[in-house]
């Protein structure tokens, strides 16, 4: 029954409001809008050419390095939603929760002058302690608010997730404080290599490459083990599954630990990008990473990958190559005016994604 | 964190224990109490006392957290003798104190303030009563212990006991917290002022005037109990007609007269809650009745509050001054404040017409977020100010009398919240609310029994939006200047969690949500930082515990409950009540 509920959300209902085409006239103005802003702001940076290549090649590492790290978030997203059909509100936060334990270990180890002199072990010891973090509090968010309402439709889960947000957040405004911290800076990371005569950031690197081993083993999980094919078994029917002696409380507790552990990774990159900590830091990321699981598809776990890549990478380049164009002055305060309006447009346009299609097709 | 993990398992492994039950429950106290202690809201609590040198709030928090411990395993091993809940009571207790001794051993072995800021000595000195740490252990341990059987006595006493000593209590608590408004509103007169000092000091309630209070509200309840109960079924003279036009009477000259006698402290107060009183009645249409969940309602919020800026401010960022438009008032700009939202709530609800449920709450947040950052954005400040805000809104003007006091705008929100809680109610009942109710419960049923769904959301978008327009407006009136920061996705959520405490759907539930999630918190000022941390914790327990809200509609009852005698409503609002009754008058003749 929820699959079929959940089916019917994916599918574009604009179709039963065709009678009703002042809708579809101001929809395809928006359509239309946005394409030309995208074309138009475009055409008119390249014109100008204020922008010269390495700033581009910047501005793409940046696109990738964030990416790298929206894909992280929003493969929490896309497992949760694939087994429970509840989006998991409390995940930015729960990535929060990560970036908060591994700043912990990071600046009484730069304290130490142990982050400087042995960076792998440092890095290795901040991204453990990150990720049994944020899979605790993942694992115990699910076994306290989520479970209740397994079986409940409407609006409920979604509210109480909103509840598990707001509870995390401040629980960690209570414990640690309301001011922003900020996170060491070791020289290893500062530092860039230069290739071709373009100065790639090294933290840049370590987090990309990174957090595509995490992808990598992630996938691995989730294709080649028996607990990932319990978990693919559960999100594509939950009932023929526990029906198959598939224990779907484990597998619940298994996405969200799994989900858990991409977010504290994810969290102690992202601090690693800006440098810093607070507690409501998890909220605009988790949003965001929402929006690009969206993007690739809910459910597909390659899709949030892709996705959040895409995302990083328009949230990025998009205010240089389509603000800039068209004359908008300080067009790099509206970066989240690009991240929320390529979410609208994907919930409105394309609700199943880009390689959501085929799964949206078959629940329906 | 880890404690909690334990106790989970331990559930796991002494599921047979006769005792399983008991330590659960300790494990679950104790980790409150730590928790309360950790987060900073017992540290914080502690400088507010109930009875000057005698009790702080903090110690009160403490001393019901063992009680309740006591009272719930009472109630959750209600089949078992009370000798043997006494001891499996005597545990829990004991292990709720050692956990709060645990935590002050840890505090006192190690430095952890430098991570958990509010673990200062100071705080362990709270905790221990300021005792030596090698009697304050044994002191928790046996004090968790003790309260924990005067829970359980307490629990198992018979009701003509138990209720008028929780009376009692409740009646020094609440004396004792509000000290501060309550003498206030005593000063005036002769009379009440040697009322005043007989149980007041400057500094808070003494002993001897907690114990008269105690005795008074005991007895009142004492007393008010011996009478004959009314024959069960029979409404009493209060449920009638007349009785509830009393009430609502009563009710009327309390609000008027509580700011004028209480001063503009509590008119403050009241007026942001009946600014959130107007936005939950916006919201409610939405999420309540039509079952559209929209995070991003403060957008419109803003749109009101904009709009009253732009066309009444004496200010170099007003449409006066940047496109020769004319100086409006406050009267004149309310209504175009009110219908450009309505405009903006429309067009806001296009684009998210077909998008359902989870996905239309995120869509709405964003759209609420996009909002925000233009209006924060350089791009849209020649027009809109920018970060800077607009300044210098005139107060409105009434008869050449300018609205200045925040008792005079506190009648004013009044009597914009009556009218707008009027059309509210007739919606409700109206077909356009049954129509919002039917798209609620089941879209595709209602379309296929004709209803237009295009028009009724965005009927519910633009409806929702004229509230929220009208909230708006007062507000930036109330502040004379506005920022894009007063416009955070928070609001949203305040306002959400507010109709949901309440209870979505319920007119009267907004009023109750208003006064518990905005007006408590704002009286009880250092409560201000802990506020979203009170929401969070609202919304999932309200959600696990009474979905439908302290105060639910009628219908909603009935679709939860069999029966709708089965609540119990600490004193309604009369005028709320004469609602309900005519609304339930009306029904059958639909």
Request: hydrophobic content about 55%.
């Amino acid at each position: 029954m929820a699959d079929v509920a959940a089916g019917r959300a994916l599918i574009p209902r604009l179709s039963t409001l065709s009678r009703f085409t002042f809708v579809d006239v101001i929809l395809w103005c928006l359509r239309i809008g946005v394409t030309a802003v995208v074309i138009g702001g475009t055409i008119g940076t390249l014109i100008k050419g204020r922008y010269a290549a390495a700033q581009w090649f910047d501005l793409v590492m940046f696109g990738l390095t964030l990416g790298s790290v929206y894909a992280l978030i929003a493969l929490g997203y896309t497992m949760v939603y694939g087994v429970l059909r509840l989006i998991n509100f409390a995940h930015g936060d729960i990535m929060m929760s990560g970036a908060f334990s591994g700043y912990f270990i990071a600046s009484s180890l730069d304290y130490s002058g142990f982050l400087n002199s042995s960076p792998i072990l440092a890095m290795a010891a901040i991204l453990a302690v990150a990720v049994l973090t944020s899979m605790t509090i993942a694992v115990l968010t699910e076994r306290f608010a989520y479970r209740p309402f397994r079986h409940t439709r409407g609006l409920a889960p979604l509210i109480c997730a909103i509840g598990v947000s707001f509870f995390l957040e401040q629980t960690f405004r209570g414990f640690f404080g309301p001011s922003i911290r900020s996170y060491p800076d070791p020289k290893w990371q500062a530092s860039g290599f230069d290739v071709f005569g373009l100065n790639i950031p090294r933290v840049d690197v370590i987090v990309i490459s990174l957090a595509i081993i995490a992808m990598l083993i992630l996938y691995l999980i989730v294709q080649k083990t028996k607990m990932g094919t319990a978990m693919r078994a559960v999100s594509e029917d939950t009932d023929a599954a526990a029906m198959m002696g598939i224990d779907v409380n484990k597998v619940i507790v298994f996405t969200f630990a799994l989900g858990g552990a991409m977010a504290g990774i994810a969290g102690v990159f992202y601090a690693f990008v800006f440098k810093q900590v607070y507690f409501f830091m998890g909220f605009q990321p988790g949003i965001k990473a929402f929006g690009a699981a969206v993007l690739g598809g809910i459910g597909s776990i390659p899709g949030a990958m892709l996705g959040g890549f895409f995302l990083g990478l328009v949230e990025s380049v998009g205010p240089a190559l389509f603000l800039d164009g068209i004359g908008i002055p300080a067009p790099y305060q509206l970066r989240d005016l690009i991240a929320f309006t390529l979410l609208i447009m994907v919930l409105i346009f394309r609700p199943h994604g880009i390689l959501g299609e085929r799964m949206a097709k078959k629940r329906a | 964190m880890t404690v909690a993990t334990t106790s989970h398992a331990m559930w796991r492994k002494r599921a047979r224990s006769p005792y399983h039950r008991a330590i659960i429950t300790g494990l679950v106290f104790g980790v409150i109490a730590v928790y309360l202690a950790v987060v900073g809201i017992l540290p914080m609590i502690n400088a507010r006392a109930v009875i000057v040198d005698l009790l702080t709030m903090a110690q009160a928090a403490l001393l019901a957290i063992g009680l309740g411990a006591g009272a719930f395993i009472s109630r959750s091993e209600r089949e078992l003798p009370t000798g043997t809940v006494m001891v499996h009571s005597l545990i829990t207790g004991a292990i709720a104190g050692a956990l709060v001794a645990l935590l002050v051993l840890a505090m006192n072995a190690i430095d952890l303030r430098s991570i958990f800021i509010s673990l200062s000595p100071q705080t362990s000195d709270m905790l221990t009563l300021e005792l030596d740490l090698e009697y304050a252990a044994p002191m928790l341990v046996a004090a968790g212990a003790v309260l924990g059987a005067l829970g359980v006595l307490l629990a198992r006493s018979p009701a003509r006991v138990r209720k008028p000593v929780l009376i009692g209590c409740m009646a020094v608590l609440f004396f004792g917290v509000f000290q501060e408004l309550i003498q206030i509103m005593m000063q005036f007169s002769d009379a009440i002022t040697t009322v005043r000092d007989l149980i007041y000091t400057w500094e808070g309630l003494t002993p001897e005037g907690a114990a008269v209070i105690f005795v008074v509200a005991t007895g009142a309840s004492v007393l008010s109990t011996r009478k004959p109960p009314a024959a069960s079924g029979a409404p009493s003279w209060w449920q009638t007609r007349n009785g509830v036009l009393v009430k609502a009477a009563i009710a009327i000259v309390l609000l008027i007269l509580l700011p004028i006698l209480a001063g503009s402290y509590i008119g403050q107060v009241l007026m942001l809650v009946g600014l959130y009183i107007l936005m939950g009645m916006g919201l409610n249409l939405e999420v309540g009745l039509a079952g559209l969940l929209d995070l991003g309602f403060v957008a419109f919020f803003a749109v009101g509050a904009y709009t009253t800026a732009l066309l009444t401010a004496d200010s170099p960022h007003s449409l006066a001054a940047i496109a020769g438009f004319p100086h409006l008032n406050f009267w004149m700009a309310m209504p175009i404040a009110v219908m450009i939202s309505v405009v903006v709530g429309v067009l806001f609800g296009i684009p998210v017409l077909g998008v359902r449920g989870d996905y239309l709450a995120v869509a709405t947040m964003g759209l609420g977020e996009i909002v925000r950052v233009i209006v924060q954005s350089d791009a849209a400040a020649p027009l809109l100010a920018g970060a800077q805000g607009i300044l210098q809104i005139p107060k409105p003007v009434l008869a050449g009398m300018e609205l200045a006091d925040p008792v005079e705008l506190f009648f004013l929100t009044l009597v914009c919240a009556a009218v707008a809680a009027y059309f509210a109610w007739r919606l409700e009942s109206s077909r356009l609310g049954r129509a919002w109710m039917a798209v609620r419960d089941d879209e595709d049923v209602a379309q296929a029994l004709g209803i237009n769904l295009v028009k009724v959301k965005l009927l519910a978008y633009g409806l929702g939006a004229a509230f929220a327009g009208l909230s708006g407006s007062i507000f930036a009136v109330m502040l004379t200047s506005i920022y894009p920061s007063s416009f955070q996705l928070l609001v949203s959520i305040n306002v959400l969690a507010l109709i949901i405490v309440g209870g979505m759907g319920s007119l009267p539930g907004v009023v109750v949500g208003s006064l518990a999630l905005v007006g408590l918190p704002e009286l009880l000022r250092e409560f201000g930082e802990y506020r979203y941390l009170f929401y969070g914790v609202a919304l999932i327990v309200m959600m696990r515990i009474r979905p439908e809200g302290l105060w639910p509609s009628a219908t909603r009852r009935r679709e939860l409950h069999d029966f709708a005698g089965e609540l119990e409503v600490e004193e309604p609002p009369p005028a709320v009540v004469a609602e309900i009754a005519a609304h339930a008058e009306h029904r059958p003749g639909e």
